[in-house]
């Protein structure tokens, strides 16, 4: 949908002076008046005709009604011009068809454009840069649980620093009362439930189902649900109850991690981005749904490299938890050592003061981070008597974190708002 913003920006955008072509590769060149030029091939401009033919649109919906089946990809243009002194693109096509461009909505979609090309790849919420201790230090952000709760502004800025740096912190929700996780869920949008319950909670229980709730001891670093091909990308846990004495939260960067590896160790690097590490978790929790005691009992197996590479060869995702790590490596036996000299290095990298950051969640504080990135630990902790340190937490997936972010930025009429149809 146009936002306000794009529509105030239509009517500052620069005049069209001319267009040309199409050309033998079926592009058609059009200048602005400001100097600028634009290549568009002549089968997209049919295909993303702002039009009723071409879409249908209504406040609940942006969709194509073109069928790629039926679509003539070699189509033809009757007629070119431009309309209202500078103000469109018209294009009669050989179906009778006609699309009006705004020069706008050139400008923003200009595919021969790098700025606008970079600015659209923004949509994505990657993150630019990894962090070390200094790094992170300066620039964590936090935000009032309160605020969050009321102002949107809030809620898009909260999302955002955890896309970009991979963990934001919400402070000072009202202590000792439950219900924060579901708040705040509600405000981002969908919770993510695992076969641990929508809200789960930390604390020392008899017949842990997890080492997290099995002593009052510390952990090692680890991504929550190895054991899971699909483990959640982002994970939340709530302060209920603070311990006396330790239960910090440590977080590392994998992706900071697995590039000091990169320079560093790169035989450690090129074991962890190729061989594959086997998980499983077996065994049962107990949990409340709709309001009744709920046994799911699992027997989860998955396999994942610790440092995962995307197409290009950027680091995007991290698995490592060496609570699950099985028994099984798919490998010559005579590569086994090296696979474990690999994951007691990286381990080692985790743990060194330039990587960690370490803060005390108070009672009422929150903390979101990227599970597919850092890694996250406690330390271990002494409770007052009668007061057990508990914490509550849930899982979220990027797609309804950032569609929130960008859902926002349309809302409010951010400038980082990018069009969509
Ligand atoms: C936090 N909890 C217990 C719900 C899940 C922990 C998953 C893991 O240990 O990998
Ligand atoms: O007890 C904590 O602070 C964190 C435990 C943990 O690793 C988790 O909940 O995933
Ligand atoms: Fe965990």
Redesign the pocket.
Known sequence: MLSAHIIRNLRNASKLASVAGPNADRIVNVKWSDGKTGEFPLIWLRDTSPDAATYTISPAMTARNLTMLEFDVEQKARKLWIDGDGDSLKIEWDSGVLSTFPSEWLQMRNPSDQEARKRRRKVYLFPEETWGKEEIEKKLKRFSHEEFMKNDRVVHDFLEAVCIDGIAVLKGAPQGARGAIEAIGDRIGMIKRTHFGIVFE?STKADASNM?YASNGG?PF?T?FPSLSHPPQL?M?HMLQSAEEG?N?LFVDGFHVAEQLRVENPEVFRILTTHSMEYIEEGYDIHEINGKEFRFDYDMCARHKVIRLNDEGKVNKIQFGNAMRSWFYDCEPSQVQNVYRAMKTFTDHCYQPRNVLKFRLEDGDTVLWANQRLL???DGFKNAPGKSRT?T?CYFDWDIVKSRVRHLRDKLELEQNQPSA
Do not use: I
């Open positions: 930390v997290a952990l680890h929550d994970q846990l239960g939260s996250h630990t406690r914490l937490g």
